[in-house]
Each structure stands twice: as C-alpha cells, then as structure tokens.
C-alpha cells in the first residue's frame, strides 16, 4: 500500500518544490500559473486560487496617513460578473441610507462612482463608491478620506504649541509674569488638539472599517440576488417573402374546339 501523506507534510512537500524551483529559475516567489498547478495537484480548485490572488491584489496595502495620523480607509470586494443597471441603483441607494446623504452618482467609461462630500468641498470628509469591471467579474471599492480634517486640526495643533513657546520665552524674560497662565493654556490646547487627531483618527479608522466591512457585504447579497445581465442577442434576420406566384397569361392559353365553343353556348330550356 503506497503511503500517504498528512496535510502538515503536504504542505512541507510543496513548500519544498516550490524553493527548489525558485532557486532554479533565480526568479522570486511564484506566478499565478505555478499556484494555481500546484493546487490542482494538492486537489484544489485552481479558480479559487485566482480569486484569492486578485483579492490580494485588490487589498490595500499602504495606509495613507498624515503626521502619523491615518486619514484614509479603503475597502474592496470583488464580484463574479457584471452588475446590472438595477443592482447599481440598489447599491446606491443602500449608500445613500447608509450615509445619509443622497451624493452624486455618475459614469465614466465603463466605471461608475458614487460620491459624497461632507462638511464641504474645501475641507469635508469624502466618501466614493466605486464599480470596475475586471476580467474576472466586478471591484467594489469603498474609500472615505479625513485628509482635510486632519489636516486642519494638526495646524490647529502647530499653532496652539508655537503660542505657548513665545509666551514662555516671554514670561521667563520676565515681559509679564501673567503669561506663564497663557502659556499654559496654549500648551493645553496643543496637547489637546494633537492627541484628539492621533487616537481620535485611529479610532474613526476602525469605526469605519468594520462599516465599511458590512455594507460591502450588503451590496453583495444586492450583486447575487440581482439577475444576470442578459448576453445581447444578435437580431434575427427577417423571413424572406414568398416568392410571388407566376401569373397566367390568356395569351398563351389556345383556342378551345368548335366542339366544346358550341357546347358551351347551349342552353336547356325548361
């Protein structure tokens, strides 16, 4: 009876082959086609293997942040297929609910974007929607971004810190005794402004996260319900008309005989 291996020494076997080839074709890592036959031999679905890889793809990777501060969530979700005109303007309106803010939808190309501005133009908070098309099926990516906010309040931050550092200096050059109560007042205002943007920031990134997280989910049960695009069908030709039927000329009917003209003049007389 041959042996057999357990899942741990499968996993040890592959990780094997899967360095010594590395080593042989000096190459890094492994392409999307080495994956996905290293899955078909372990009996796996190869076309999971290139789910997975595009939404690795599609994850982000590099948080943008601002001073330390993060001001950017994005999230993304991938779709089998297109999605309708309807299950767009469903998935609009679940943001619009979700939001509370109508927004602006529109299309360019084959993208569709739904955007939201909070607070403004200049200094609000962003929200988008956005559908792609991919090879594969369809990208929801999710993104809202505070940058302006956190901007504004590490200004806020910058000022209030450089005014208790001139009203220091003076007190201490003796101007005024009474601005040691001002620096003090203008360093707690700093301290303040600057704490509020670095933990408040983190706190709204995982608030949104997880937000994000289940309206993607909701607009993918919207995407599955949703029926199929309908493939557009080439027009059936139209039926050729009949044929007109020949028509008979008299002309080229001959003259019946004497016999029969006669014969067809006869009346009965009754």
């Known amino acids: 009876m041959p042996r057999r291996y357990s899942e741990e020494e499968a996993q040890r076997i592959f990780a094997l082959v899967a360095d010594r080839q590395r080593t042989a074709s000096g190459a890094e890592g492994l392409s999307l086609e080495e994956l996905e036959e290293a899955a078909r031999a372990a009996g796996l679905d190869p076309r999971l293997v290139a789910v997975a890889a595009a939404e690795l793809d599609a994850a982000p990777h590099d948080q943008k942040t601002l001073l330390g501060a993060p001001v950017e969530v994005v999230r993304t979700r991938l779709l089998d297929g297109p999605i309708s005109e309807d ?3 469903s998935m609009v309106g ?9 927004g602006m939808a529109g299309q360019i190309g084959r993208l569709r974007e739904w955007t939201v501005i909070n607070g403004g133009t200049k200094n609000g908070t962003v929200t988008r929607l956005t559908a792609e098309p991919t090879p ?3 990208r929801l990516t999710l993104t809202r971004s505070i940058r302006e906010v956190v901007f504004g309040l590490s200004i806020a931050a910058a000022i209030q810190s450089a ?3 001139l009203f220091t200096v003076l007190a201490v050059a003796g101007v005024d005794p009474e601005l040691w109560i001002a620096a003090g007042i203008m360093a ?3 301290i303040l402004f600057g704490a509020g943007v670095q933990i408040g920031s983190r706190g709204w990134q995982r608030h949104e996260a997880g937000r994000f997280e289940a309206l993607l989910d909701r607009l993918e049960l919207v995407a599955r319900d949703a029926e199929p695009v309908a493939e557009a069908v080439p027009p059936v030709p139209a039926a050729r008309s009949a044929a007109p039927a020949p028509r008979l000329s008299l002309d080229t009917l001959g003259e019946a005989p004497d016999e029969e003209r006669a014969a067809g003049r006869t009346r009965t007389r009754t």
Do not use: K, S
Not at 94 to 102: K, L, V, Y
């Open 87 to 89: 299950a767009w303007a």
């Open 94 to 102: 679940h943001a619009r609910r979700e939001f509370g803010q109508p």
């Open 136 to 138: 594969d099926g369809t």
């Open 163 to 165: 005014m208790a550092v």
């Open 188 to 190: 707690g205002l700093g």
